[in-house]
C-alpha cells in the first residue's frame, strides 16, 4: 500500500474557526484526493488534485479549499467550520490513469464541529 | 444521473460463501472496485474489473459484466476477520470513482 500519514487523526473544533488537515504521501503519486465519509453515504469527493498546484473540484467542494504545493503534500482547510461538516475525512493518492488508478487512503481523520 | 446500488447489510455463516451485489450507472465506465473497510479503518484495495467475467484471488472473486451494469464480489469460506464493510466503485470517463454506501457484512459463528 501507498505509503500515506493524515494528520491530526483527531479533532474537535468549534462553529465558524478554520481547519486544515494535512495528506503526506511517499508515493510519489501523481493524483491526490480528499473524502468525506458519513453514515448512508458512500465516499464523496471533495476536491482532488492532478499535480502540484493543480487541483479540481469534487462533487462536495462548497466550504472547503485545498492545496499542493508539494507532490507528498496535499491539505484540505475548512476556512470556517460549520456542524455540517463534522465528519471523517480520507485522503487518497493513485499513481496515474488505467488500472494504476487504483486509489489508496490514509487511516482518516475524524473530524467534530461543535 | 450516476449511482451505485448495493445492499446496506447482509448476515452470513462462518465457513460459507457469500455473494455482494452491486449495480452502477456511471457516464462513461473505465473499471470496477470493490474495497474492504473495517470498522473506523481506511478503505483497503480488494479488486478491480474492466472486462467481463470473472476475477479470482484467493478467496474473494470479482465478477463484472459491463452490458447489464452489474457487478458481484465472492467471498468464500467466511472468516470472523472478515466482518466489514465492502465498498463498490465505478469509475467514470473522467476517471473519478462513484461509490456506493457501503454493504456491512456480520459473520456469525
Known amino acids: 500500500d501507498a505509503g500515506i500519514t493524515q494528520s491530526p487523526r483527531h479533532k474537535v473544533t468549534e462553529t465558524g474557526t478554520p481547519v486544515t488537515l494535512r495528506c503526506h504521501q511517499t508515493e510519489n503519486h501523481r493524483y491526490m484526493y480528499w473524502y468525506r465519509q458519513d453514515p448512508g453515504h458512500g465516499l464523496r469527493l471533495i476536491h482532488y488534485?492532478?499535480?502540484?498546484?493543480?487541483?479540481d473540484k469534487g462533487e462536495v467542494s462548497d466550504g472547503y479549499s485545498v492545496s499542493r504545493s508539494k507532490t507528498e503534500d496535499f491539505l484540505l482547510t475548512l476556512e470556517s467550520a460549520t456542524s455540517s461538516q463534522t465528519s471523517v475525512y480520507f485522503c487518497?493518492?493513485?499513481?496515474?490513469?488505467?488500472?494504476?488508478?487504483?486509489?489508496?487512503f490514509g487511516p482518516g481523520t475524524r473530524l467534530t464541529v461543535l | 444521473g450516476q449511482n451505485i446500488d448495493q445492499p446496506t447489510e447482509m448476515t452470513a455463516t462462518e465457513g460459507a460463501i457469500v455473494q455482494i451485489n452491486c449495480t452502477y450507472q456511471t457516464s462513461g465506465f473505465n473499471g470496477l472496485f470493490w474495497y474492504q473497510q473495517h470498522a473506523g479503518e481506511a478503505p483497503t484495495f480488494l479488486s478491480y474489473n474492466v472486462l467481463d467475467g470473472l476475477e479470482e484471488k484467493g478467496r474473494f472473486s470479482s465478477f463484472l459484466s459491463r452490458s447489464k451494469g452489474y457487478s458481484y464480489l465472492l467471498l468464500k469460506e467466511l472468516q470472523m476477520k472478515d466482518s466489514a464493510s465492502y465498498l463498490c466503485a465505478g469509475m467514470d470517463s473522467n476517471y473519478q470513482l462513484i461509490w456506493g454506501a457501503g454493504t456491512k457484512l456480520i459473520i456469525k459463528p
Open positions: 488534485s492532478y499535480g502540484v498546484k493543480d487541483t
Open positions: 487518497a493518492t493513485s499513481a496515474g490513469e488505467g488500472e494504476t488508478d487504483t486509489q489508496y
